[in-house]
């Protein structure tokens, strides 16, 4: 009988291209690559904790189309985010069912780096998992420091994956 | 049958305390962590790669006591460290034959954090684990940012392993 599984929180987020409820590249191979390289066939050795941090959409540009005529308006949007993003996470919790690895996953509001490090705090994770679009330094200044961040203050080993670079589109925002 | 194995390769140094052929608390550290959280029972899926790092002696202090009289003295002198970096390397090769894992183990001269990464792109590995003393950030300045440096360049994912607040020595210096 093997010691308690190694819990691995990876933080996951939406395709910036397709939307929700697509995964991102970068999400999909922190998954792909923890999967090949680290769980490989040791599934009952693995937990997956499966995090998807969703921005305040503050100006709203979403919902551009849609009238406001009540409170319940307002929580009829809330409603849809809520679900828009248990659709991402189905993808990876549907994945993990299918390999036989036990898994975990949930959604928070807030900012995705600063979220990531408060629940590493609450739930420590063996390992943080973070999937980084790779940009050159000129592009980092605008996308892409929440693996920096991370790396900095998470409270536990942290491991940024790069997109590949066939795999990477030729706009790199759009992941 | 399962895939190729995951190859992590792990910088490892010597104590600065107990000196040769005493590993450093960090690279323990990084090791035993690879092995409990990583490989776990899975020792076939993974080889590990031991890289040892000397940094050249300029100063000469190890040696203030010997007397250098012709080029064959120089010769033993660098002889005799390399005997030192093998002897450290032996600590890890044997833990991993009693374990059953594979692995290989080697010496370079030279900037550690430089040499880390240039191995890294020479001889491929999955990951790099790199331990790390877990300094603030005054004493980052003067020691340790090894890792920090990987993280950065290394061509693939770097875990950096903190040494656990427990194992710390008063000064964090003594590793």
Not at 99 to 125: F, M, Q, T
Not at 159 to 169: H, L, M
């Amino acid at each position: 009988m093997e010691a308690e599984a190694t819990r691995i929180l990876i933080g996951v987020n939406e395709s910036s291209l397709k939307g929700y409820p697509h995964p991102s590249i970068s999400s999909r191979t922190a998954f792909e690559w923890t999967l090949a390289k680290i769980i490989r066939s040791n599934t009952a050795g693995f937990m997956l904790l499966f995090l998807h941090v969703q921005i305040p959409d503050e100006d709203g540009f979403d919902d551009m189309d849609s009238i406001y005529a009540s409170p319940e308006d307002f929580q009829s949007m809330r409603q849809r985010d809520r679900i828009r993003g248990l659709h991402l996470l189905e993808y990876f919790v549907g994945r993990c069912h299918e390999l036989g690895i036990r898994c975990e996953a949930w959604i928070k509001k807030g900012d995705p780096k600063e979220v990531l490090c408060s629940e590493v705090k609450r739930v420590h994770p063996d390992i943080l998992v973070v999937g980084s679009r790779g940009l050159g330094p000129f592009q980092r200044v605008f996308v892409g420091t929440v693996s920096e961040f991370c790396v900095k203050h998470a409270d536990c080993p942290v491991i940024t994956i790069k997109r590949k670079a066939d795999e990477a589109p030729q706009d790199p925002v759009d992941d």
